[in-house]
């Protein structure tokens, strides 16, 4: 129930069609958010409006605290539509957040790169994916790698951090 509550709100950040979790270092959780409602909870009808306003958005959990009130919601300071990863002027590309690793002082996120379309379910492959770097602890973006293609393989499912040697083992899907 702990659990369920931590992401039950109506305010602030509400619903995502997307998330993961990223432990960091020192104890607090970063969950990445896909397309994301903010601040748009009717309270009166408990329902919100139908297309997402945010593009990308992050949860920072405290230390083993599953109180809601008590995350902090980042959105990017874009004048724009509003993303906590943002790495093209052109609306009509966006990054949706998977997994990611901590190393050192700087967290890594891996972002699809996806283009709004009028085919399919409305978006598309943007081109090569993106590798956000986070500067820890402040959880500020300041930089993204781009990737090789990958022949249609998203490799932001998950990442093994813990193999000897100074590997990251990451997999993928297709």
Known sequence: SSVTDFFNRDSGWIASDGCASIPLSDGRVLWTMDDSFIGNYDSLGGT?????????????????????GNTRTLIGDSA?????????????YLIWPNAGY????????????IENSTQGLGFTSGGNDFL???????LQVVGFDNLQNFNGISFGIGF??????NYIYTWGEK
Request: aromatic share 16%.
């Open 102 to 113: 901590q190393r050192g002082d700087t967290v890594y996120i891996y972002g699809m790169n």
């Open 160 to 165: 093994d951090t813990t193999e000897a040697g």
């Open 80 to 92: 724009s539509v509003p993303s906590y990863l943002k790495n093209n002027s052109d609306n009509n």
């Open 48 to 68: 919100m409006p139908c297309l997402f306003q945010v593009r990308n958005s992050a949860l920072v959990q405290p230390y083993n605290n599953w109180y809601w």
């Open 132 to 138: 956000a770097k986070v500067s820890f602890p402040s």
